[in-house]
C-alpha cells in the first residue's frame, strides 16, 4: 500500500500563489504515478494534472494550463503542485493520487489517496 498526505493549502488572494505537497511512504513510490484533483463544495471531483513516474510526461487541465506546474522528488518520496495566479474559481479540496499502472486524467484510475488540504481563493 501507499500513503499520502497534502499540505500547504490555505487562503489566498485572487492572483497569489500556493504550493502543495504530498508526502508518500513506501519504497516503491518513485514507480507511481501521481495525479492531483480537486472537488469544490457541490460539484464532482475533478482532474488537476499529472506526472509520470519518471516526471517526463505531465499532463495538466485547460482551466490550469500555464498557471500550474506538477513535479516530483522521487528521492523525497514527494510530490508538488506549484499554483500561481490563483482564481476564486480554483477554491477547493486538493487531493494527490498515486496509481502503478498509468498516469491517468479520471480519479477511477487511482488507487491511493491523500486526505485532502483546503485551497481558499478570495476575490
Known amino acids: 500500500q501507499v500513503q499520502l498526505v497534502e499540505s500547504g493549502g490555505g487562503l489566498v488572494q485572487a492572483g497569489g500563489s500556493l504550493r502543495l505537497s504530498c508526502a508518500a511512504s513506501?519504497?516503491?513510490?518513485?514507480?507511481?504515478?501521481v495525479g492531483w484533483f480537486r472537488q469544490a463544495p457541490g460539484k464532482e471531483r475533478e482532474f488537476v494534472a499529472t506526472?509520470?513516474?519518471?516526471?517526463?510526461?505531465?499532463y495538466y487541465a485547460d482551466s490550469v494550463k500555464g498557471r500550474f506546474t506538477i513535479s516530483r522528488d522521487n528521492a523525497k518520496n514527494t510530490g508538488y503542485l506549484q499554483m500561481n495566479s490563483l482564481k476564486p474559481e480554483d477554491t477547493a479540496v486538493y487531493y494527490c493520487?498515486?496509481?502503478?499502472?498509468?498516469?491517468?486524467?479520471?480519479?477511477?484510475?487511482?488507487?491511493?489517496w491523500g486526505q485532502g488540504t483546503q485551497v481558499t481563493v478570495s476575490s
Open positions: 506526472i509520470s513516474w519518471s516526471g517526463s510526461s505531465t
Open positions: 493520487a498515486a496509481d502503478i499502472t498509468y498516469y491517468g486524467r479520471s480519479p477511477d484510475e487511482y488507487d491511493y
Open positions: 513506501g519504497r516503491t513510490f518513485s514507480r507511481y504515478a
